[in-house]
Structures are given as C-alpha cells and as structure tokens.
C-alpha cells in the first residue's frame, strides 16, 4: 500500500504516451528462468492458496511483461555502475515482493517464494473507501475504489490520476477505471516502475535515493533520513513502517531485499533499516 499524502503535490509526470521503447539492463540481471525461480507462486502460477483455482488460467505477472514496461522507462536500471543496477532491482523487487506477498512463516518453499502473489489490496476486492480523498486536480468518482493494485499497490484517486496523466496522456483514464490495472499486466507494472521513478511533494524518487543521486538535506539527516533501502520504505510506507520497531511485515521486506541482493550478487549497502528515521511526512 502507498502511503502519500495528498497535500502539496508537485508531480513530475513522465512522458510515457508512445514514447518508443528503449534498451533495459533488466535482461542483463535477469531472464524468464530465473524469474520463475524467483516467483514461483505468482498470481496465475501457483498451485496453492486461496488462488490455487486460478493456476494455469492467466499468467498474470510474467518476465514479457516487466521487461515490456521497463523499456518505457530508459532510467530505470540505467544509472551507476552494474552492482547499483543489480541494488536498484534488488530494492525494487523487495517491495514488488512484500506489498503482494502471499506467503507465511511455514509457507512451502518460504516466505521468500511468495511474491507477486496477488494482483490488488486484500480486502478491498468490493472496495475500499478510504482512498479517495478531497484533491481539486484529481478528484475521486463516486463509487470508484482507489485501493492498491499491481506491484506496488498503486493507491489513492491523486496517485491513479498521476500515474494515468504520465502513461496516457489523461488524468481520466484511471480516475474512472483504476480497474485496467487488473487487465493490463504491462500497465500494471508501468504504474509500479513509474511510482519508483518519480518524485513527489517532499519526497525523492526511490530510484535517486537507490542510484546515489539523492543527497539528503540538514532536516533530512537530522530526521535520520540517509541513504539507502531504509529510506526507500520511508518513502513508499512513512509511519506505518518506519520510526518505531519493526513489524513482522517490515523484518519480511528486510529479508526479501538481502534475499535479492544475493541473488544479483550485489551486496545490500548502508542504512538498510528505517527503524529510526522520521517519517517525510512528519518533517518535510
């Protein structure tokens, strides 16, 4: 679930509408085999679960599709040396996994298997009220549900309205149909790579704190906002995660990014935890 809030916005939307596709350093870290490896019970493909019915039907989050969306997004991966890139995918994977997680502690293969388990917010499949907020630029439909959808469980009427403006050119598209996420897995995972690319209010983009291009201020570092991991869970998740002891949840998030790290062969870097760091919304 994203947790921005709506006051103060000062989206940098991405010119993504037909814009040609570019080459990715995704496909130089990872190919379809190694994918299945990593996600073996995602929506679609896993035979257990309360989605075990659905295996075989719809391969939902499939290696095409990422590597699909990562072409519209030149910058992506494509800062810094290659143990940065490897990082930078180790980091975005790791929330990718968390924030559609199916697994438990005794889950078979691990917790670690069950990424990209789910496609939208659990609990929300009728709906859930309490993403939409008041915003003059991207007002909420009535009826409409803006809960989390796609791998980073895009959420709330001014994210989809943002996100919708950068893809097709028109905040609309997703203000009245946020549901495309659900029928679109390149879609779905633009709006994740798009999220992790952009900027908003306060806060840096997860791919600038990532690649070292992010230098905190004087309020940053006195905040304990320094760079790393940490600070990219501050920025997708702020108080619910970060500034107090970690939940099951987060200690989860923290394993599946050392887990990648060693599958890319790329060590985890500095400021891994956001266990102290005050959230930016707190302290802009």
Known sequence: MIMWQPVGLQA??????????????LTHILNARKWDQ???NRYGKSRLGPHAADSGKHDFYTFAAFVA????FPGFLGQGSPQVRRRELAAFLAHVAQETSGGWDQAPGGYLKWGLYFRQEQGCTHGCAQYSVANASYPPLPGVSYHGRGPLQLSYNYMYGMFSEAWFGSKDSLLQHPEKLLQDSVLAFASA??????????????HAVMTGQWIPSAAD???GRLPGFGVTLNIINGGVECGHSP????????????????????????NLMCTYQQPFSLHP
């Open 12 to 25: 940098q939307p991405l010119p993504l509408r037909e814009k040609p596709d570019s080459a990715t350093y």
């Open 38 to 40: 990593l996600f073996p």
């Open 69 to 72: 969306a990562a072409r519209k």
């Open 193 to 206: 790579i798009w999220f992790w690319m952009t900027p908003v209010a306060n806060k840096p983009s997860c």
């Open 221 to 223: 570092s006195a905040a």
């Open 247 to 270: 939940s099951a949840e987060t200690l989860h998030r923290y394993d599946f990014y050392e887990y990648f790290c060693r599958q890319f062969h790329t060590d985890p870097g500095p």
